[in-house]
């Protein structure tokens, strides 16, 4: 059976840093694009980065940029997510989900994934 299990979120103070972990089971990794989306309180959910299949390559919205960095361990099965230089309006739950039906990198849109894991809460305040 196809899972992913995040940790790491936490509480932490603006300009801090945080590594959310994704660990898969039931199947592996990289057979397929793996994102990152978030949701805060009251708003829809965001992609803001995946990983390809293929090459690695990676994508990442421009609210993130510069600050994110998404990574990928194939001998652990698991995808990172290393955020850096955290605002408060990067709080909210994280989501990793894979594309296992076309394995397609997207962040323009979150719907194009079929299995997610549970989440796990980021707050950024002081």
């Known amino acids: 059976q196809l899972q992913l299990v995040e940790s790491g979120g936490g509480l932490v103070q603006p300009g801090g840093s945080l590594r959310l972990s994704c660990a898969a089971s039931?199947?592996?990794?990289?057979?397929?694009?793996i994102g990152w989306i978030r949701q805060a309180p009251g708003k829809e959910r965001e992609a803001v980065s995946c990983?390809?299949?293929?090459?690695?390559?990676?994508k990442y919205a421009d609210s993130v940029k510069g600050r994110f960095t998404i990574s990928r361990d194939n001998a652990k099965n698991t995808v990172y997510l290393q955020m850096n230089s955290l605002k408060p309006e990067d709080t909210g739950v994280y989501y990793c989900?894979?594309?296992?039906?076309?394995?397609?990198?997207?962040?323009?849109?979150?719907?194009?994934?079929?299995?997610w894991g549970q989440g796990t809460q980021v707050t950024v305040s002081s």
């Open positions: 989900a894979a594309d296992t039906v076309f394995g397609q990198c997207v962040i323009k849109s979150y719907r194009g994934y079929d299995a």
């Open positions: 039931g199947f592996t990794l990289d057979d397929y694009a």
């Open positions: 990983i390809s299949v293929s090459d690695g390559r990676t």
